[in-house]
């Protein structure tokens, strides 16, 4: 599980389109938010929910294959239960990671992910990580357990 500093940084700077399984286009909703939040900083958002025609301006599609394009990352907004398949179909459609949403944590997607050779984040937000390793909540007075005195390229 990739959970270092290093390793977490890494997979943020590498994987710049972002497939959000279970994105609402509810505003209030957490996948909403946190999708919002990574398309404001510069991020291509790819939004997978049969539910909905589009979500924050982009086409949504109905699952992960049907996605015409390639996508970096498969982030989970799922219940555990769910993510064994996606992360089948993360591998599948050649993405690079695959990112279990803070309260997602399924052992057997992480295994899938890590047999396959490509990266595996459990139950931690995307937003979050990105806002706390290349600047952000240290505004807000959130301790970010980074120590530098640069701020990160």
């Not at 279970?22 to 939040?37: D, N, V």
């Not at 997607?109 to 600047?135: P, Y």
Request: one cysteine or more.
């Amino acid at each position: 599980m990739a959970d270092t500093i290093t390793e977490l940084r890494s997979i943020l700077r590498s994987c710049r389109t972002i497939a959000v399984v279970g994105l609402s286009a509810e505003w209030h909703r957490p996948s909403f938010f946190a999708a919002k939040y990574m398309q404001e900083h510069g991020y291509r958002i790819v939004p997978v929910n049969p539910r909905y025609e589009q979500v924050l301006g982009e086409t949504c599609y109905p699952s992960l294959e049907a996605i015409p394009f390639r996508v970096d990352m498969v982030d989970v907004f799922r219940k555990p239960a769910d993510v064994p398949p996606i992360a089948r179909a993360a591998v599948a459609i050649g993405a690079k990671c695959l990112w279990q949403q803070l309260g997602v944590l399924n052992l057997e997607a992480n295994a899938v992910a890590r047999e396959a050779g490509i990266d595996s984040v459990m139950d931690r937000c995307v937003k979050i990580e990105h806002a706390r390793l290349f600047g952000g909540l240290n505004w807000a007075g959130v301790n970010t357990r980074v120590i530098s005195a640069r701020r990160p390229v």
